[in-house]
């Protein structure tokens, strides 16, 4: 055998190209004889095999294909909605396959099971490995040296054989002396770097895991000049992780005294571009109460929650009165924006307090432009010139049978339009401070103002921190494994002086330079020595 | 002049002399390929040396090969067809060198004309992303002899330089709040930079598998063998995982700031996830026995086609929250 070989190198699963066993048999089963622990251990192999790491790896990386094709419930739910409505036939195919829950699919987390076991299989042998290997001393010498990598003779005799352990030690290397020369060895943290980031993979999936189990998200829409307690009813939207307790919900109020929107004027190419999102609020909590602000990439840490800035848009505020002048309405109304102007789309359903039941849709305008058509269009995004237009309905509403309805959605199935449209009357046009009167005598409708809302998100994730120190740690065991190089070195006294050689373990392109390093160091030792003979003494 | 119309200039200059490289290394190959049968795969072993030499090697930088062509063709008179080619791969190394400074140069004054860092669309994405490629080439060179690459890179730098500057042009636009951020400069950049690497270790890896099989043919017989193509590919790629490791937590950091979660399989996420773990089985493989060679190659390879992928399809024709492709 060419290469020398201790015990303690770093053990391998068999494949791995250094392995030690690459010149021992396969060990495969060669019959049912085997028994069943044989059966055990040769799956265990199989799966703890390099050659499986791969497999996995590359059927892992097939496996997240789909997951960018097809719209994820969890990152594009409109998708979701449009993809099912357009494929009817296939909605079997989708659900049977979890083809909008891809990350969680039985498929996809069998493969990452399957390999994060492959991964503790790797693990745990070679950490008890490489943990002897630290307390190991470098291995003899070999016979013949000049079959290694940077041979070199250099002068010098048994007498120098400590000055050469000095120079071994003083470049990293763990040295022993052994009969008739050194042996020395360093690099030790390429394969710890390896086992710290392999761990860290570990960590980290199981920190991710339990943060999104510990923790919880909601969304809720705000007005401007409105507060909110950070109660689990006070949500629009309320996710909690499956050990999420309720107790875990910081006390705190939030007021958003306004959101400050800044628009591109200046550009032509970006007209109207919204450049800046600045949400005024103040935070009530057991601190009392004290002004923050929340910006798009600048989160607002209350009391552990995070909350964002996610999205915002325009909400007149509408107040409806019956035909005696009793108001019945008075609230914001927040409308979606439609495109890059802000053309909002709202609905307002009024159940009760009019003779009927009414139901209003309609667009609102921030800087309405008359369209040749008798439309209106918004030429900026911002309030300059303020239009609300509204189309009447009246009938059922739908709400009565219980069933959950979208706010923003008015179902006109059993009403009638009793303005826009094809009726009688033309649609309600509004501008701030203006009345309007409801067709049929039903009452009155005025817009008092326009605020704005934000979706603020709240999210709480106790693993954070733990997940961003692991991913550090990660990366640093990865650098660490890809770039220090191990390699062992010796030098040994023959008659015709000091040889040296180097033996790489794993990728070590600079193995050559290395010992030509050591060589040099050598030499220019024995040649100040030849000058000083009085050099001092070992002083170790 | 406005900086941006200078810059626009400089990189139509670009895309021309880039155009010019690639016609002068391909036309090194088909002059080797009828004239220099007969000359010996000498550099062969120069190159295997210099395989040996540390990144940083004082001593083997300074035998590059451009200075030891005087010592070929004195010692040689009828080695002249060789020194021909070293005379056009020089052109062509020159030229790209040119291409280079007029690429960056227009890239830099994109971003002085947009008053932030150049990298805030498909368009100026491309100028930055192609820029490094060619600049880790162009640096690579200062390590080990890669000019044979000149084709490969060149090639791609005139496709896509030209395919950027033709349909994804943007004018200027103000930064979204979204990505007004310090992590825009790093996380896309050093994103960028690790494509750059992979880049060329994926050219690596095509003339590594072309060397494998054709051994006997003129230009082909000249490159560096196919265990000196790997190793150099391999420690290319080494680098370009760390970084895009790098690059796959600094966008969970922003992500979170941003959108208000680390990770949110969005599909650049996905994207981002995919190519990692194609590399990650990429390293895997060249650490396993039978997988050495040309599998660990093809893996590469497919690592950086989906590198690829994820910029030129999935910027453009997937919908998902990174959407500032500006087009
Ligand atoms: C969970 C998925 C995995 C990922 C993302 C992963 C990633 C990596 C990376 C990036 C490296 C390069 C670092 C280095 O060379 O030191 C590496 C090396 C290595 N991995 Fe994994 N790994 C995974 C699972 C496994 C498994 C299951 C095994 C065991 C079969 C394994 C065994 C090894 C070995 C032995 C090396 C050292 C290769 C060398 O020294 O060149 N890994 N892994």
Sequence with gaps: ?540 | MEFETISRLLIFSAIVVYALAFVIYAFDIVSHGSSAKAAPARANRRELVTAGADAAGGQSQNVSADESTPVISQAAPANAPRRKRRNWLRAGFSITVIGWVLHVAGTVLRGVAAERVPWANMYEFALTGIALAVGVFVFAQLWRDVRFLGVYIMGMATLFLGGAASNYYVEITPLPPALQSPWLVIHVFVATLACGFLAISSGLSIVQLIRQRAKRSGFIASLPNADSLENTSYRLAVVGFILWTFTLMAGAIWAHAAWGRYWGWDTKEVWTFIIWVVYAGYLHARATRGWRGTASAVLNLIGFAAILFNFVIVNTYFTGLHAYSGL
């Design chain 1, 1 to 540: 055998m060419s290469r020398p070989s201790s015990n303690a190198d770093p053990l391998r699963p068999d494949d791995f190209v250094d392995a030690e066993s690459a010149k021992r048999p396969a060990p495969a089963p060669k019959n049912p004889e085997l028994g069943f622990m044989g059966w055990v251990r040769f799956v265990w192999r199989q799966l703890t095999s390099m050659r499986t790491a791969i497999v996995l790896l590359i059927m892992l990386a097939m496996a997240a294909i789909p997951g960018s094709l097809v719209p994820q419930e969890s990152s594009d739910p409109n998708g979701v909605i449009q993809v099912r409505e357009e494929n009817p036939g296939l909605l079997w195919f989708y659900d049977a396959f979890q083809l909008h829950h891809v990350f969680e699919s039985y498929w996809f987390s069998a493969i990452y099971l399957l390999l994060f076991i492959s991964l503790i299989g790797c693990i745990l042998p070679r950490t008890k490995h490489h943990l002897k290997a630290l307390r190991t001393p470098p291995p003899k010498i070999p016979a013949r040296l000049s079959r290694l990598k940077g041979y070199t003779v250099v002068p010098g005799d048994a007498d120098d054989v400590d000055r050469a352990q000095k120079t071994l030690k003083k470049l990293g290397y763990r040295t022993r002396l052994y009969e008739g020369g050194v042996s020395a060895e360093r690099g030790y943290l390429r394969e710890t770097g390896n086992l710290v980031f392999h761990v860290a993979m570990l960590v980290l999936l199981v920190a991710v895991a339990v943060g999104g189990s510990l923790g919880y998200k909601g969304q809720r829409l705000v007005f401007e000049g409105y507060s909110y307690a950070n109660t689990l009813s006070s949500w629009d939207l309320f996710q909690p992780g499956r050990f999420f307790s309720a107790d875990s919900l910081p006390d705190f109020s939030l007021t958003l005294n306004e959101l400050d929107v800044v628009y591109e004027m200046e550009n032509k190419e970006a007209f109207g571009q919204p450049t800046d999102f600045t949400g005024y609020v103040t935070v009530t909590d057991e601190d009392g109460s004290h002004d923050e602000i929340i910006k798009v990439n600048q989160p607002l840490n209350v009391q552990g929650a995070d909350l964002f800035l996610l999205s915002n848009g325009y909400a007149p505020v509408v107040t409806v009165r019956d035909d005696a002048g009793e108001v019945v309405f008075q609230e914001p109304v927040p409308f979606l924006s439609q495109d890059e102007m802000n053309t909002s789309l709202g609905v307002i359903k009024l159940p009760d307090g009019l003779d009927e039941q009414v139901g209003m849709r309609g667009f609102f305008y921030p800087s309405a432009v008359p369209l040749d058509t008798g439309a209106y269009a918004s030429g900026y995004p911002d309030l300059w010139n303020p239009l609300m237009t509204m189309q009447v309905y009246t009938g059922d509403l739908g709400l009565d049978d219980g069933a959950p309805s979208n706010v923003y959605v008015l179902d006109t199935d059993g009403m009638t339009q009793v303005a826009g449209g094809d009726s009688d009357t033309a649609s309600l046009e509004l501008a701030i401070g203006e009345t309007a009167e409801l067709p049929d005598g039903l009452g009155t409708i005025s817009l008092d103002e326009v605020v704005r809302y934000a979706v603020i998100d709240i999210q709480s994730d106790p693993m954070n921190k733990t997940v961003l120190v692991t991913a550090i740690v990660l990366i640093t065991g990865l650098i660490t494994a890809l770039l220090v190089p191990r390699r062992r070195v010796w030098v040994k006294v023959t008659p015709k002086g000091l040889e040296v050689a180097g033996l790489a373990r794993g990728e070590d392109p600079t193995l050559e330079k290395a010992v030509e390093d050591v060589a040099d160091r050598l030499r220019e030792g024995s040649a100040d020595q030849a000058d000083a003979p009085d050099s001092p003494k070992d002083d170790s």
